[in-house]
């Protein structure tokens, strides 16, 4: 009786982990090479909902600089950065999680922006308006659950 | 000699490989009489800027915006450049003077859009052709300056520029402007916003690259005013650099201020060398 209901409560507690606050932006902890070790939601990344992500303008906005075969239904695929194909064969979820959430962590001074992050810009502007934002106003360009989506799509792409 | 011919081969094909995204081999004349210089080296001031040889926005384009340009009856900005002849020759404000009044012919204003902004000694400022506009309007004529980048200022802006069409850029950077120069460079390579960005991340580092639909040019400004296609009017220079501000989620600076002109300056010796083509036709 008594074990059962310390299991009960053991497993409450695991489910409430996994609801648990996401990281905070100012928060994270970025390895030596840029890399982000657990989810920052604490749940698991879904995949189809990183693909909607790349896609949008108003979100990720992946390919405006990236070129991604498999999201060819989609139009104008940029040059800036190099092409994701196959990324998910030789990068760790680690790695893409430090990518996507402040890629200047992994490559120095790069013109990749970061979507997790709210501190330390010159000049913030309240989205796209031109207007001034406050710092503590602003939210990251991707949610944590939205990181770990765009992540979870990313290590799909397996052949390039 | 069959293994030189390869390698010349060879050679030539990373040329073309290299172009592929880049500004096109196209010339630009218009009205079959002015030829412009479109690609020239770069001055000296740009040695450390990794850039070369300067390309006028015009090679990024589309054939059929290229085309635009090439004939005045074709180039939609020209009626705007029409309407300010006439606003040249109209007299407005308490002293009852035009343009006209002082300066005569619209011809009286070749090479001024290849060297403004300009250092003014008398003022002890650097101007705009916009700012010197407003002066005379204000000083001489007893009128109204005309709010920055708006239709009246653009249209006269147009008309000045399309004056100095075919002659070279040259600003001076050196001497009163020296320190307006160094203020513009500051700004043309401070990252902003949420994205992080600066002039240098999209118009140095990657021009000739695509971003989303749009080919990224070295931003150039020798072909401003632009009539853009987009929103079918002349377009400045302050308000183009504030929708490029704007898109990397940063706060803008407003037309007509300082660090515009500033900025203004340090744009165009970047230029220094292209031929005037103001107005131009972009997407």
């Known amino acids: ?160 | 000699m069959k293994f030189k011919a390869l390698t010349a081969t060879a050679a030539l094909l990373a040329a073309t490989t290299v172009y592929a995204g880049g500004a096109d081999d196209d010339t630009l004349v218009i009205n079959g009489e002015i030829e412009m210089t479109t690609k020239v080296a770069a001055p000296p001031h740009m040695a450390d800027t990794g850039i070369s040889e300067l390309i006028s926005g015009w090679h990024f384009r589309s054939d059929e915006t290229q085309q635009l340009q090439t004939d005045d009856f074709e180039n939609q900005g020209m009626i705007f450049v029409d309407q300010a002849l006439e606003a040249w020759e109209t007299a407005e404000g308490t002293e009852g003077k035009s343009c006209a009044s002082c300066h005569e012919s619209p011809d009286s204003m070749a090479g001024v859009a290849a060297t403004y902004p300009k250092w003014n000694e008398e003022a002890g400022e650097l101007r705009t052709v916009q700012m010197q506009m407003n002066d005379c309007r204000t000083n001489r004529m007893g009128a109204e300056a005309w709010k920055y980048d708006a239709a009246a200022a653009i249209n006269m802006e147009s008309m000045i520029a399309s004056q100095s069409r075919g002659m070279p850029v040259n600003v001076a950077i050196d001497g009163p402007a020296a320190e307006a120069w160094e203020m513009g460079k500051e700004l043309y390579y401070t990252r902003t916003g949420q994205l992080e960005l600066s002039c240098a991340s999209c118009h140095e580092e990657n021009y000739g690259n695509y971003i989303r639909a749009d080919h990224l040019s070295q931003g150039q400004i020798n072909g401003f005013p632009t009539y853009r296609l987009k929103n079918a009017k002349l377009n400045g220079v302050h308000s183009r650099f504030r929708g490029c501000v704007r898109d990397t989620r940063a706060e803008t600076y407003s037309t007509g201020s300082p660090e515009f002109v500033a900025l203004e300056l340090y744009v165009k010796s970047r230029g220094n060398g292209l031929s005037v083509e103001g107005p131009s036709v972009r997407n």
């Open chain 1, 1 to 160: 009786m008594k074990i059962k209901a310390f299991t009960a409560i053991a497993a409450l507690m695991v489910a409430g982990t996994a609801h648990a606050e996401a990281v905070s932006p100012n928060d994270v902890q970025y390895g030596e090479y840029g890399t982000i070790e657990a989810s920052l939601s604490g749940a698991p990344g879904d995949a189809e909902n990183g693909r909607a992500v790349m896609i949008s303008r108003g979100k990720g906005n992946c390919i405006a600089c990236h070129a991604v075969t498999a999201l060819n239904d989609a139009p104008f695929h940029g040059e800036v950065g190099p092409t994701l194909d196959g990324i998910g064969e030789y990068r760790t979820a680690e790695e893409l999680r430090g990518i996507v959430a402040n890629a200047k962590m992994t490559f120095e001074g790069t013109v990749m922006p970061a979507f997790y992050k709210t501190s330390g810009f010159t000049r913030p502007g309240n989205g796209y308006t031109g207007k001034a934002a406050k710092e503590e106003d602003l939210s990251p360009i991707l949610s944590a659950q939205e990181v770990e989506d765009v992540v979870a799509y990313l290590m799909t792409l397996k052949d390039g």
